[in-house]
């Protein structure tokens, strides 16, 4: 019974921690964690870039693209500046 219950709480470590440093699925990599075993999805997971959120893109916001074409090109060149 403990056996179970340290693979479940180390299968949501790994969740955890994919959800919020590696902008993963938390959900998946805990599957993946209960399934295989936390140790070696931990391990995969620790070692994965973290994933990059979309660049919104003009049109997602439509007062800015009732901006001027350099205006917009300005904002864009800053989001990619930040999400580097």
Partial sequence: MIFFLTWTAFSVAVGLFASVRRNRSGFGWFLIAFIVSPVIAGVFCAILREKAE??????????????????????????NDLAQ
């Fill in 54 to 79: 979309p660049v919104p893109t003009p049109t997602q916001y439509p007062a800015l693209a009732d901006l001027p074409a350099s205006e917009q090109a300005r904002l864009a060149k800053l989001r």
